[in-house]
């Protein structure tokens, strides 16, 4: 439910906007703010260490090894089996570890230990990106008998249990290792630069034409350049806590010999996210796994007799292309946002549709907001009318993932059958199988029709087939005929029909498959066989955890048809 396609009221009941954040950012939370503006309530806020955190065992069945095991019948992989009778244990003596790759990067926010009686008396938890260099993601631990959980914050591929000591005479011995990820974020590397244009500073400048911001400014025409001596660093403050996966360097012929990359939750202590490298000359691109709001290059030795230089330093995330924050799923919605699920009895869906349109049919200029949202299923024996200020949508990644055998109804009866007042709703991402073949859509601009599958026929004129006047259908499939009627005026892009009927004034289509022949003034027919550069709007779905994740979905030139006739809509990226 994109903002700008929102069921948008006038200047009487008019609300506020929330600024939208710059870049991408605002496009990936474009879902959950619909909400707001919807309802006028604000999602909960959430915190990503613990509401985002999933409760898949994302190590079940995954490469496995360890420092050593006590005997064949013990080896690692049994303490990522899913079996609680089968267990690792390790020789009888310290230090041992045990560890894991979860074959790509990810945001780690839990790991479950279900100790057998040989457990640890001090352990740490370590991650890293390859498997050879570690970093702690906890403090040293005190082993706990029996099952022992524990919250963390850390992102990596691999994670392992590092025994420091033992409780027993015997070795370390676990039942099972368990790790839990951010059920919201991604794990693909954004190529936003989340560095530039903020707070920066340093430990010195060579002079006023290079300062620490000239590094975050985005033109590789000014720089940073340092005192000539040794250590100096430079920060950045990325405003919150980021999931970091890469650092880039563009530095002047004065580079440092060796540096190292380090964040920090605060600004003041700081952890690092390299061991020390080696600088090179002009651009250098550093693959990190480090989580902090704080990123600062710490430069050790020169690599000439002047300060350490920078044209400019870049930080990527995970998540995305914008490398924003990532959203994490579930919580409170909101009292004005419904959410459905198929083991809810039918009467009371019904009942709560019905409440909702006696309150919204002629609400014409009201500050109430509503979102009726059904997660994936099958459901029977609804109408949902949908009234003003109302929003209908499926929580599927496909629409054919909500199915509603019933109907989703916008007639006229509040208005004598005059339909050209019906604005301010939407509906999309779902199918629809109407009770009697034909579906009736009888609306008047401002009431988007998006991502839904009718199988059966459109009715677009209100009951009694009084005045309409104008719409939008787009990445819709309508397996029967689009009956417009006494609609006046029609937009309908990419989408596949099986048939239209007539032309009042002007009709538009654009990349639709199954639309009459360009015929413009008569029949007021005006046809494009493709559109030339589209996107279609992000959209909230429910993953398989039972998390929300805003779709966001690939840009598309040249396009014909519905976005999901060959299987799922091509994403730019999900979270």
């Known amino acids: 439910m994109h903002a700008s396609l929102l069921p948008a009221s006038p200047a009487p ?31 909960a806020t959430y915190s990503a260490a613990a509401a985002a955190c999933g409760t898949t065992n994302v190590a079940q069945g995954r490469p496995s090894s360890a420092s050593s095991t006590e005997n064949a019948g013990t080896p690692a992989s049994a303490a990522f089996d899913g079996d609680t009778s089968t267990r690792w244990s390790s020789a009888f003596s310290d230090p041992q570890w045990i560890q894991v790759d979860l074959g790509s990067s990810q ?36 082993g706990a008998s029996g099952t022992q959980s524990l919250d963390l914050t850390a992102t990596g591929r691999y994670v392992r249990m590092y025994g420091l000591t033992r409780a027993t005479a015997y070795g370390y011995s676990l039942w099972e290792f368990a790790v839990n990820v951010a059920s919201g974020g991604g794990t693909t590397c954004g190529t936003a630069n989340v560095a530039q244009g ?30 000539f001596s040794d250590p100096q660093w430079i920060q950045v403050d990325l405003g919150s806590s980021q999931q970091i996966c890469k650092v880039i360097l563009n530095w002047e012929a004065a580079y440092a010999k060796t540096f190292k990359i380090q964040v920090s939750p605060d600004g003041s202590a700081w952890s690092d996210a390299t061991a020390t490298v080696n600088g090179v000359s002009g651009t250098q691109s550093l693959d990190v796994s480090a989580t902090g709001r704080y990123v600062r290059m710490y430069g050790l030795t020169r690599a000439t007799a002047y300060g350490y230089s920078l044209w400019e330093f870049a930080v990527n995330t995970t998540g995305g292309d914008d490398g924003g924050p990532n959203l994490p799923g579930g919580g409170d919605l909101g009292p004005n946002v419904k959410v459905f699920d198929p083991s809810m009895s039918s009467a009371s869906i019904q009942s709560t549709l019905d409440t909702i349109f006696k309150q919204q049919e002629s609400n014409q200029f009201g500050s109430q907001r509503y979102a009726l949202l059904f997660k994936p299923g099958t459901y029977s024996g609804l109408n949902a009318q949908i009234g003003f200020y109302t929003s209908i949508a499926g929580l599927g990644q496909s629409p054919d993932n909500v199915t509603i055998n019933g109907d989703i109804t916008v007639d006229a009866g509040w208005f004598n059958g ?115 550069v589209t996107r279609e709007k992000p959209y909230l779905y429910v993953d398989s955890g039972g998390a929300y994740r805003v779709f966001v979905p690939s840009l598309r030139t040249n396009s014909s048809g519905v976005s999901w006739a060959n299987g799922a809509t091509p994403a730019r990226r999900s979270r």
């Open 13 to 43: 009941g008019r609300l506020r906007r929330r600024r939208r954040r710059s870049g991408l950012v605002a496009a990936a939370l474009v879902a959950l703010s619909t909400f707001a503006a919807v309802t006028g309530v604000v999602p």
């Open 107 to 142: 945001q780690i926010c839990r790991v479950v230990l279900n100790w057998e009686a040989a457990r640890a008396q001090t352990f740490k938890i370590q991650v890293s990106a390859d498997g050879s260099a570690w970093s702690d993601a906890t403090a040293t631990v005190n």
């Open 198 to 227: 903020r707070p920066s500073s340093a430990s010195s400048t060579e002079n006023a034409a290079s300062p620490a911001s000239a590094a975050f400014d985005g033109n590789t025409g000014t720089r940073w350049s340092s005192a």
């Open 418 to 532: 005059n339909a050209t007042q019906n604005f301010w709703r939407s509906a999309e991402n779902l199918a629809v199988v109407p009770v009697n073949g034909t579906d009736r859509w009888a609306v008047a601009q401002a009431a988007p029709f998006r991502r839904i599958h009718v199988r059966g026929g459109l009715n677009l004129a209100p009951n009694g087939y009084g005045w309409a006047s104008g719409g939008y259908i787009a990445d819709s499939k309508i397996d029967g005929t689009v009956g417009p009627y006494s609609q006046q005026q029609w937009f309908t892009r990419d989408s596949t029909i099986g048939g239209w009927t007539n032309g009042v004034w002007n009709m538009v289509f654009s990349g639709v498959v199954g639309a009459p022949a360009q015929s413009f003034p008569n029949p007021p027919y005006t046809t494009l066989a493709t559109s030339p």
